[in-house]
């Protein structure tokens, strides 16, 4: 009798629940699902994965899926029918774009990625995407067949659910209640909604540290409300152990500060090499020297080398590098960080040599136009007074045509020709940006089956570079502007694996040139450093001593030590984040 009872109250439910419904809801479900499962396999976690990470991330999709749902609903004017077929399409743009977004960059879709929409325009950056496709994507298609036959199967009436006027009034209860306690906090600590307890909560900083991670386990709703903020762009109110924090360790010059090493005034010019790795340095293929050149350049007396250097560019890929190496702070992992860093103030490098007498004017020279990666906006922040950008090039270039590196080189010889010096001069080459399907051709080819052809091509590629720097740094011989400039060859960021198809042999290890720094090889540490070292490095060798040195550790002292780089990661946070050097001065 009471199995009888219970068999009934079950499928009463169930037919409250509405099987059809469920299908299609639950194929809006699955995609989520399908796009963190291929996240695991895409994506560096920035930690391993416990247990629970699982249920964790199960439960998140349904409450993603609701919550699309929902505004669907919403949107829709309560059409059932018509709520889900949108709910589909929502889910499936979310899921698509993360998943090919992630081969590129290794993160989750950030908040503001809409913001560096413009960068499509570029044809690299359009070529990159057109090879990001994999077969795998095919699901979407498959998903789309199987939801439009039984979209046009069920008809409205057969969609109509008894439990969705509960459920829409129980997640409204749940939603009101989560405004009501982020606004009461907002209203008791100093009337302001962007110092809530959200802002301050553990789960905030593991989003600081561990985006992947996080984002894996809580899902995107659950993101929006922690890092509403990064949606406002307002400026994080620090309390006074924050301040105390950031203080304390920027103001630590042990480890930042040893000698001045350049004698006299110097012209500082800072080369930044697009995707550069430091095994390249030495390699020999086919019985070829890659990059002859750098290979003599690290043999020479007057050169420091370190082939160690750790990556710390993120989400922001070639813009994370130029502004770690500009200000001295790593870059946001949670957010690209020029969207919000272009509205911030910094003790920029150029800014910093140029208020205390090293240099007299600064310029920098890119292969792009002067909008990508907000090149225009960030430059100011920088102290940077001049941007030379591809529509500045003597001859007529196709609008998304980028300058190749033999004209990028051109165009930087041309500027030098005519600035007074010293001058900070900062030039970003192109050329060896993927994707790799295609290489610069030069008369140097290579043909070692053992690589893949994406490698082979990114090796010709290294060597074209390796010959256009040579020809730059003859003509500045030429000109009589070498022995009276520093002269800094660096990378942006790693080439990705996965664009080379190479696996795990491939390092991500950048390479770091200082020439006529005046740096002594015995005397200066040439094993593992960061990124971040290198602003330290370079105010150390031309004496200046500001109070910001930066969070990096100065190369030239031969005992440098490992730090923190958590710590490090969430106090550049706070300090992007707050505008912290504006409110200082």
């Avoid at 079950?10 to 059809?20: A, D, E, K, T, Y």
Wanted: glycine content about 6%; aromatic content about 14%.
């Amino acid at each position: 009798m009471l199995s009888t009872i219970v068999q009934n109250r079950i499928v009463c439910w169930w037919r409250q629940l509405n099987p059809r419904f469920l299908l299609l809801f639950g194929l809006s479900v699955v995609n989520l699902l399908f796009m963190h499962t291929q996240m695991v396999l895409l994506v560096e976690f920035e930690y391993p994965f416990k247990p629970d990470a699982i249920f964790s991330n199960v439960f998140s999709c349904l409450i993603d899926g609701t919550f699309f749902f929902l505004l669907s609903l919403l949107l829709m004017r309560g059409r059932v029918k018509g709520a889900l077929l949108l709910t589909f399409i929502l889910t499936v743009l979310l899921s698509f774009c993360n998943v090919l977004y992630s081969r590129f960059f290794g993160h989750y879709l950030p908040n503001l990625a809409i913001l560096q929409i413009g960068n499509m325009n570029d044809n690299d950056v359009m070529g990159s995407t057109l090879t990001g496709f994999r077969w795998m994507d095919c699901y979407y298609i498959l998903m789309a067949l199987v939801f439009g036959w039984l979209y046009m199967r069920y008809d409205k009436v057969t969609l109509k659910t008894r439990w969705l006027r509960t459920m829409g009034w129980l997640w409204s209860a749940i939603l009101t209640c989560v405004v009501a306690i982020i606004l009461l906090f907002g209203f008791f600590r100093d009337h302001d909604l962007k110092t809530s307890f959200i802002r301050f909560s553990p789960i905030r900083i593991q989003y600081v540290l561990a985006p992947n991670n996080m984002l894996y386990r809580s899902g995107f709703l659950r993101r929006a409300l922690v890092c509403y903020d990064d949606f406002i762009q307002k400026d994080l109110k620090l309390d006074d152990s924050q301040k105390e924090a950031i203080r304390r360790e920027y103001m630590d010059y042990r480890q930042r500060t040893m000698t001045a090493t350049v004698k006299g005034v110097k012209n500082l010019i800072f080369i930044v090499v697009e995707s550069y790795l430091a095994q390249t340095s030495d390699l020999v293929v086919d019985g070829k020297e890659i990059t002859p050149f750098m290979n003599r350049l690290k043999r020479d007396s007057m050169v420091y080398y370190n082939g160690h250097m750790h990556p710390n560019a993120t989400i922001g890929e070639s813009s994370d590098g130029q502004f770690v190496y500009m200000t001295g702070l790593l870059p946001l992992k949670s957010e690209i960080t020029v969207n919000i860093a272009k509205d911030k103030t910094f003790c920029g490098l150029p800014a910093t040599l140029m208020k205390t007498g090293r240099v007299k004017n600064t310029h920098i020279v890119v292969p792009t136009s002067p909008t990508f990666w907000e090149q225009d906006k960030m430059n100011p922040r920088y102290g940077i007074e001049k941007l030379y950008s591809k529509f500045d090039y003597a001859k007529d270039m196709n609008d998304y045509e980028d300058l190749n590196d033999e004209q990028i080189f051109q165009m930087a010889t041309q500027v030098e020709e005519t600035a007074e010096q010293p001058f900070f001069s900062l030039v970003l080459t192109m050329s060896m940006h993927n994707p790799y399907t295609k290489c610069v051709e030069h008369g140097f080819t290579l043909t070692d089956e053992s690589l893949s052809e994406e490698y082979r091509n990114y090796l010709v590629d290294c060597h074209y570079t390796d010959m256009q720097i040579e020809r730059y740094i003859n003509g500045l011989k030429q000109r009589e502007l070498y022995d009276n400039s520093v002269i800094v060859i660096t990378a942006d960021h790693h080439a990705h694996p996965v664009y080379l198809n190479m696996g795990d042999k491939v390092s991500d290890e950048l390479p770091l040139y200082i020439i006529n720094g005046g740096m002594d090889k015995e005397n200066s540490w040439t094993g593992p450093c960061n990124q971040l070292d290198v602003y330290t490095t370079l105010l150390d060798i031309y004496g200046v001593r500001p109070e910001w040195r930066g969070f990096g550790r100065t190369l030239l002292n031969v005992d440098y030590q490992e730090y923190p780089i958590e710590k490090i990661q969430l106090l550049s946070d706070w300090i992007i984040r707050s505008n912290y050097f504006s409110l200082s001065q």
